[in-house]
């Protein structure tokens, strides 16, 4: 059996993404294509140099949805080797569980993770038998995965978790670990924690599971709650958790894989108080100036857009439009864009522009303005805002009427 450098990491206190934007994302109406889902997983595994495949479990897609998807995978587990550790994902079916396997087989660090349900209502929709009777099947296919290709590790994700027993959850999680799993994920499905039930469930799952068992998160964001439910599952001890670039997953998504890493990574102090403890979280700390250019690769990939108030990455993180904070800027941003992410700064014209920010942008395209003009231009930003209905004055537009400006006679109103 090859190491398991996943559960090395999560048992070393050591943070692990479990990425998954190509996967689950599909579920938000996105379709990532082969050559892509290579491209980021190698990219997101540079974030963390060498130890890529110790920071990174990089879902790389469902095999059995169809021919083209399972080739997919393959693609990723092969041209993707060595910089992420690559998992295939499945049903909890012998025949799902072979061609899972059979996607990632023979690369360095591959995984299969097997879907399971783990509420009562969940094995009844999907397998017809209570939940005990659906978890307790698991073990087999655990050795089916093992006679295959005992190189492979098996993963359980234990669906709708976080509407099942706790105790029943720890037994299986506990057992499924001694029948050769590597990490147990408990999911909330539908994304219906608030942050101190998924600490709750998290701390009692850990505190009666056995000492072996590696608990991974998987929270879904329905109730805008995913991340902070993220966080929770860190307090309460999980190394091992679910995200995706942009949030994309099915429905509203899960935790963004931008701003969880940037939370975890930014400021090691309040991190180290977030894991409640001193081992440091990473091999390698990530490279946190990759997360806009990935960001707007999975963006012009998705057609997903980034918005201006997408934290971390968005189109306003850096920008400047309004008096005080153009005087002080480092006061009103709870870190520096460009010192911590490569994100340079910028002055944008709106309708709440002040005389020095359209001086600022003034010079920017070359122009100095005296007083006069400077007042005349605040005004017709102001002017211009309102009567097109838009709040950001374009610089070409705004360069064209300085021309007329500058050239007009003293005095004279442009």
Same mark, same amino acid.
């Given at each position: ?279 440091? $979280?990473?091999?390698? /700390?990530?490279?946190?100036? *990759?997360?806009? &250019?990935?960001? =707007?690769? %999975? !963006? +012009?990939?998705? @057609? ?39 994100? $340079?700064?910028?002055? /944008?014209?709106?309708?709440? *522009?002040?005389? &020095?920010?359209? =001086?600022? %942008? !003034? +010079?920017?395209? @070359? ?48």
């Amino acid at each position: 059996m090859e190491r398991d450098v996943i559960r090395e990491s999560a048992r070393a206190g050591r943070v692990v993404l479990w990425e998954e934007s190509a996967r689950d994302g599909a579920q938000a109406k996105t379709l990532m294509s082969a050559a892509f889902r290579v491209r980021l997983a190698r990219e997101q595994g540079r974030m963390f140099g060498a130890d890529g495949p110790r920071h990174v479990v990089f879902a790389a897609g469902f095999p059995a949805v169809c021919e083209e998807e399972f080739e997919a995978v393959r693609r990723v587990a092969v041209e993707a080797e060595g910089t992420v550790s690559i998992a295939a994902v499945c049903r909890g079916r012998a025949e799902d569980v072979r061609q899972a396997v059979a996607s990632v087989r023979g690369t360095a660090h591959a995984r299969v993770m097997v879907v399971v349900p783990a509420s009562e209502p969940m094995a009844r929709t999907m397998t017809h038998r209570p939940a005990h009777e659906a978890l307790e099947s698991a073990a087999a296919l655990i050795e089916e995965a093992r006679t295959l290709d005992d190189g492979v590790a098996v993963d359980l994700c234990f669906a709708d978790a976080s509407r099942a027993d706790p105790g029943l959850l720890a037994h299986h999680a506990g057992a499924l670990t001694a029948a050769g799993a590597g990490t147990v994920v408990l999911a909330d499905t539908v994304g219906i924690q608030l942050p101190g039930e998924a600490a709750e469930l998290f701390g009692r799952v850990r505190a009666a599971a056995d000492d072996q068992v590696v608990l991974a998160s998987h929270l879904h964001n329905d109730l805008g709650l995913g991340l902070a439910n993220t966080l929770e599952a860190l307090r309460a001890g999980v190394r091992v958790v679910s995200a995706s670039w942009l949030g994309l997953a099915e429905r509203s998504g899960l935790a963004a894989t931008e701003q969880l890493l940037f939370l975890l990574a930014h400021d090691p102090q309040r991190a180290a108080r977030l894991l409640g403890d001193d081992t440091p $979280a990473w091999w390698t /700390v990530p490279d946190l100036t *990759a997360l806009p &250019r990935l960001a =707007r690769m %999975v !963006a +012009a990939e998705t @057609g997903v857009p980034l918005s201006v108030t997408t934290p971390v990455v968005g189109t306003g993180v850096g920008t400047i439009s309004t008096g005080t904070p153009f005087v002080h800027p480092r006061l009103f941003q709870p870190f520096d864009p460009e010192e911590l992410l490569g994100i $340079a700064p910028s002055v /944008v014209l709106t309708q709440l *522009a002040s005389l &020095r920010v359209v =001086r600022a %942008v !003034a +010079a920017r395209l @070359g122009h100095e303005l005296d007083d006069q003009q400077a007042r005349a231009a605040l005004a017709w930003v102001k002017s211009r805002a309102y009567r097109t209905g838009r709040a950001v004055v374009e610089d070409a537009a705004f360069a064209a009427y300085l021309v007329g400006l500058r050239s007009a006679p003293t005095g004279a109103s442009a």
